[in-house]
Nanobody, 118 residues
Framework: DVQLQASGGGLVQAGGSLRLSCAAS????????IGWFRQAPGKRREGVSC???????NYRDSVKGRFTISSDSAKNTVYLQMNSLKPEDTAVYYC????????????WGQGTQVTVSS
């Protein structure tokens, strides 16, 4: 079975840090782009960051310089290091797998809640 297991969310004060993990199994991890999306209450789901199968990364403008995505192929895991967190980063964060960054998502993981208090 395909699984994308997201973890690492929590409650943190503004300016703090969290590291999200996305552990993948059941598909060819190295052949997919792994992305992070988030959805805040009452808002549409939005892309946050993505790492392609060849290691290229991209970020939405609002998180550039604060978030870093990385991949450990030995562990089939992608990380999202989130620093200098802001209340507007509060959302449920989802990891995903697609053929390339920006393409239709083939697999979704369950969400992990990130709450940033002011």
């Amino acid at each position: 079975d395909v699984q994308l297991q997201a973890s690492g969310g929590g409650l943190v004060q503004a300016g703090g840090s969290l590291r999200l993990s996305c552990a993948a199994s059941g598909f060819s991890f190295d052949a997919y782009a792994i992305g992070w999306f988030r959805q805040a209450p009452g808002k549409r789901r939005e892309g946050v960051s993505c790492i392609s199968s060849d290691g290229k990364t991209n970020y939405r403008d609002s998180v550039k310089g604060r978030f870093t995505i990385s991949s450990d192929s030995a562990k089939n895991t992608v990380y999202l290091q989130m620093n200098s967190l802001k209340p507007e980063d509060t959302a449920v964060y989802y990891c995903s797998a697609a053929s390339v960054c920006g393409a239709r998502v083939d697999y979704w993981g369950q969400g992990t809640q990130v709450t940033v208090s002011s």
